[in-house]
T-cell receptor, first 112, second 116 residues
């Protein structure tokens, strides 16, 4: 069993839809949770970085962490075609020097 | 610089040849990480450095892979006697070390290694 599970999709939505992306994990010691966006032939771009449980909002993006359920989510409001990319969840133990454990990534396509 | 810079963007080698990849972390970042991205977006951690010191090498296939981060030089990842299975995109990331708490990792655009 993988430490981090993420549905690879693909997920196809119309422009303007609310997108929900999720990951589950098995290691309760994970403390820091991230969402990265990766366009084709590019590196992962950090979208959200959260510590422990709770919500964090940044523009059209909202990240949620529920440590009791070992479940994290990313919501994208008013989705745009430019949001079409692969979304990777990642997490690590306490200490920013620790390696990231990634989910498999979810491919998202937003069509006009 | 303000971005993690990886060179070359694409590297082609015949099986059995050596491959060497380079990474310049963001200026002021103390930690450097190497990841291997294989098919279907699976990222695998290889090694991390704190400045020029190896911090965590639990992901490194030690027989053929080696890495260095020397002062005033880009970090490097070298693969000896490459195999077909080494074909992947290799990403470098860096993060800042601060007393104020943890800092996220920022990634370069990767080096695509193709072994023929």
């Amino acid at each position: 069993q993988k430490e981090v599970e993420q549905d690879p999709g693909p997920l196809s939505v119309p422009e303007g839809a609310i997108v929900s992306l999720n990951c589950t994990y098995s290691n309760s010691a994970f403390q820091y949770f991230m969402w990265y966006r990766q366009y084709s032939r590019k590196g992962p771009e950090l979208l959200m970085y959260t510590y422990s449980s709770g919500n964090k909002e940044d523009g059209r993006f909202t990240a949620q962490v529920d440590k009791s359920s070992k479940y994290i989510s990313l919501f994208i409001r008013d989705s745009q075609p430019s949001d079409s990319a692969t979304y990777l969840c990642a997490m690590h133990l306490s200490g920013g020097y620790n390696k990231l454990i990634f989910g498999a990534g979810t491919r998202l396509a937003v069509h006009p | 610089g303000e971005e993690v810079a990886q060179t070359p963007k694409h590297l082609v080698r015949g099986e059995g040849q050596k491959a060497k990849l380079y990474c310049a972390p963001i200026k002021g970042h103390s930690y450097v990480f190497w990841y291997q991205q294989v098919l279907k977006n699976e990222f695998k951690f290889l090694i991390s450095f704190q400045n020029e010191n190896v911090f965590d090498e639990t992901g490194m296939p030690k027989e053929r892979f080696s890495a260095k981060c020397l002062p005033n030089s880009p970090c490097s990842l070298e693969i000896q006697a490459t195999k077909l299975e080494d074909s992947a995109v290799y990403f470098c990331a860096s993060s800042q070390s601060t007393g104020a708490g943890n800092q996220p990792q920022h990634f370069g655009d990767g080096t695509r290694l193709s072994i023929l």
